[in-house]
């Protein structure tokens, strides 16, 4: 399945202006339940971080959650990098229409080698390290680049079905994606060999978050692979599903799941 285009043409049709582009953060904020957990624990660690904190986005994207960050507070300062040029040139072009660029800057990074030492209070990766073979590396250069105390917070798929994989002969459902998920006990472990003194993990996407995740992406994307066309009707499918996947999202948010297909993991330097 051929996820990774398909973004990239809704971000280009949401790229002709700053409010379409505000409005394509909204919608990936309600929809993509991956935001909604890694929103609540960013509010959850504001709450003792200084204004002065640096914050790195490792794998920013579209840049959505640089400009979250940028919104709950503007003093903080917020990289976010990436190895696609073009959506660090976009990123830097909207962000800079919007007059946040004397506190927030893009670049292009490869994260198996960039490392600043000791110069982030928070760093992010979100949906990125199931696209990184080199994992191992990327964690230790994540803890270089924190400060004493500093936090890393991770979300991933999981092991128990992450990327739509649920049995051996089974393909991911991305396939930019080298590996199907990780256990907890996998990313903790490496993690703590990276350096991290204190590890802690938890399950996303429980049983409402998977119904949500089908209704809201996973079948919306495999009708624009057959055809984009669909593009014309989505906005009417939205409108059906809506408020069904926004319960959906609440409830995965405020259940612990004895099991996942998505994991948020939170380690500290």
């Avoid at 073009?86 to 962000?95: D, K, L, M, S």
């Avoid at 960039?114 to 110069?119: C, H, R, S």
């Avoid at 982030?120 to 949906?127: E, T, W």
Wanted: hydrophobic share 40%.
């Amino acid at each position: 399945m051929q996820y990774d285009p398909i973004k990239q043409y809704l971000g280009k049709i949401f790229n002709n202006s700053v409010i379409l582009r505000k409005l394509f953060y909204k919608m990936l904020d309600i929809l993509l339940l991956r935001s909604w957990h890694i929103r609540r624990e960013i509010k959850g660690w504001a709450t003792t971080a200084g204004n002065n904190t640096r914050i790195l986005d490792a794998g920013a994207g579209f840049g959505q959650y640089v400009y979250f960050l940028s919104v709950l507070n503007r003093n903080w300062s917020v990289l976010g990098i990436d190895v696609k040029a073009g959506q660090v040139e976009e990123c830097n072009r909207f962000f800079e229409k919007t007059g946040r660029k004397e506190k927030v800057m893009f670049r292009v990074a490869d994260l198996v080698t960039f490392a600043e030492p000791g110069a982030f209070g928070l760093i992010l990766s979100v949906d990125v390290m199931e696209h990184i073979a080199e994992d191992e590396r990327v964690f230790a250069n994540f803890y270089r680049s924190l400060k004493p105390g500093g936090m890393l917070l991770v979300s991933t798929p999981s092991d128990q079905g992450g990327s739509d994989v649920h049995h051996e002969d089974d393909h991911s459902f991305i396939d930019e994606h080298v590996r199907d998920g990780y256990s907890i006990n996998d990313i903790n472990e490496k993690l703590r060999k990276a350096g991290f003194s204190s590890v802690t993990s938890r399950y996303s996407y429980g049983v409402p978050g998977k119904i949500s995740w089908k209704l809201s992406i996973k079948y919306p994307i495999i009708i624009l692979n057959k055809s984009k066309l669909f593009i014309v009707i989505l906005p009417f499918y939205y409108l059906l599903t809506y408020w069904f996947c926004l319960i959906l999202n609440w409830l995965d948010l405020i259940v612990e799941h004895r099991t996942g297909t998505g994991l948020i993991v939170k380690a500290i330097k």
